[in-house]
């Protein structure tokens, strides 16, 4: 009885072994092919939920995909966290072990969010003007020219998705220096270009967050390999 039971221990630790050397061997070929696949500087960290592994392993399908690929930049435009969630992942274990170069690695769908920071938002705004958070509201101040003369201005800003990116229009301008200006709006206008995010995830949601513009997106049926 004895040693039946030390055999069963043995073996349930060995399970538990191979169940972890399993799932870091799936994480790392699909951190290997988003880099190669979206030219990321650095690899994605993956982590595969759910436990145990190895019965999602054998049955070739991942419920849920967690992929952190931290700060990038997307068409020139320096982002602060990209994170996506990727679901019904399909990807056989055995084509992974024995042909990786060949599985067919696929999403079901995959919901994303890409930070916008305040860094990156008064960059891109009129030379002049400074984009701020003040609760759930995103606002700017600073001064505008105007035939010469400076005027000292405040806003705040709608965001709207549009293609290709973000458009940030003022509304409720307060002007200061008592100096008239016919549509002040036009010049604090300004677009943030979002290119083509990783697993080709398009954008649908926008919200204001102490860090700036958590923008959120998804995608379906999305092929993993590069």
Not at 58 to 64: F, L, M, P, Q, T
Not at 93 to 104: G, I, S
Not at 195 to 219: F, H, N, Q
Request: glycine fraction near 8%; charge should be neutral; charged fraction near 25%.
């Amino acid at each position: 009885m004895r040693k039946l039971i030390a055999f069963l221990v043995l073996l349930l630790v060995l399970v538990a072994i191979l169940d972890r050397v399993a799932v870091a061997g799936v994480q790392r070929e699909i951190a290997t092919q988003a880099t190669a696949k979206y030219d990321l500087e650095s690899p994605p960290e993956v982590t595969i939920e759910g436990i145990p592994f190895l019965t999602q392993a054998v049955a070739g399908r991942y419920e849920e995909v967690k992929v952190a690929a931290g700060a990038m930049t997307v068409s020139g435009v320096a982002l602060s966290s990209v994170d996506f969630t990727l679901y019904g992942v399909t990807a056989p274990l055995a084509d992974l072990v024995l042909r990786p170069q060949q599985v067919d690695m696929r999403a079901e769908r995959v919901v994303g969010s890409v930070v916008v920071p305040l860094k990156t938002l008064s960059q891109r705004a009129p030379r002049g003007i400074k984009v701020d958070v003040a609760g759930d509201a995103l606002n700017v101040s600073g001064e505008i020219t105007v035939l010469g003369q400076k005027v000292p201005v405040k806003a705040a800003l709608k965001v709207e998705i549009v293609e290709g990116g973000l458009k940030l229009v003022p509304e409720k301008v307060t002007l200061g220096g008592g100096i008239p200006v016919p549509d002040p709006e036009r010049f604090i206008n300004f677009r943030i270009p979002i290119g083509k995010l990783p697993y080709d995830v398009k954008l649908t949601d926008i919200k204001v967050t102490p860090e700036g513009l958590r923008i959120s997106g998804e995608a379906s049926d999305v092929p993993l390999r590069g």
